[in-house]
């Protein structure tokens, strides 16, 4: 079983702040995605990272595939109370060799507020 | 409106009970996925589904029985719960299970309370 850990758990700021959150695994993914979920809404993706020490910018959020492709972080500048939500990152991982299927392991959230 | 359509949104039901939640999409994607969503854990996988095929049961217990009749819906029956069963049950979509860089498209999920 592939773990992710993300941090913080939960993270409380005031609108226009900037924040980081970051997402751990001891294990090496073929990729990462960035899903937020809203209250009473499944999760949507934001982005996939593939390449080593990659990054990607997205308007106001920043993320980066760490170098051994084993951890992200996302960075969000100017927080507005529209960014509020769960944000999960996913690793993608071979689970079968027969047609190369691949499977998400999803951390279990960094549950942002931003408050006006 | 996500492309993924789950009901019912809300559901409880008694431990003793029978229900069946249902997953649609229409995005033309292959294969379609069961997550179970609780409280400060991550999404689980439950079932995957390729081409109406199951390729992937992750040990879940016999008392969630999936159907796929064809590659745009899917369900889940439920029988004889438990409390803990009570969680948010999400359904995903994707063009297939090789292809990841598009994600999953997941639906709003179907808030399952087992009393």
């Known amino acids: 079983t592939q773990l992710l850990e993300q941090s913080p758990q939960f993270l409380s700021i005031q609108e226009g702040e900037n924040l980081t959150v970051y997402c751990n695994s001891s294990?090496?993914?073929?990729?990462l995605q960035w899903y937020r979920q809203e209250p009473g809404e499944g999760p949507v993706l934001l982005v996939t990272v593939v390449t080593g020490g990659e990054v990607k910018k997205l308007k106001r959020l920043t993320f980066q595939f760490g170098d051994a492709r084993k951890d992200s972080s996302l960075h969000i500048t100017a927080a507005q109370p529209g960014d509020t939500g769960l944000y999960l990152c996913a690793g993608v991982v071979v689970y079968r060799t027969v047609g190369s299927a691949r499977q998400l392991t999803f951390g279990s959230g960094t549950q942002l507020t931003v408050l006006p | 409106e996500t492309g993924v359509t789950q009901t019912p949104r809300h559901l409880v039901m008694g431990m003793t009970n029978k229900k069946s939640l249902k997953c649609e999409q229409h995005l033309g994607h292959n294969a379609m996925y069961w997550y179970k969503q609780s409280a400060k854990k991550p999404l689980e996988l439950m079932f995957v589904?390729?081409?109406?095929?199951?390729?992937e049961n992750n040990s879940v217990p016999s008392r969630f029985s999936p159907e796929c009749p064809n590659s745009s819906h899917l369900f889940l029956h439920l029988h004889t719960l438990q409390p803990e069963d009570s969680a948010l049950y999400l359904c995903a979509s994707s063009q297939d299970i090789t292809v990841h860089l598009r994600g999953y498209t997941f639906g709003s999920g179907t808030r399952l309370t087992v009393v």
């Open positions: 589904y390729s081409l109406e095929e199951r390729v």
């Open positions: 294990s090496v993914f073929s990729s």
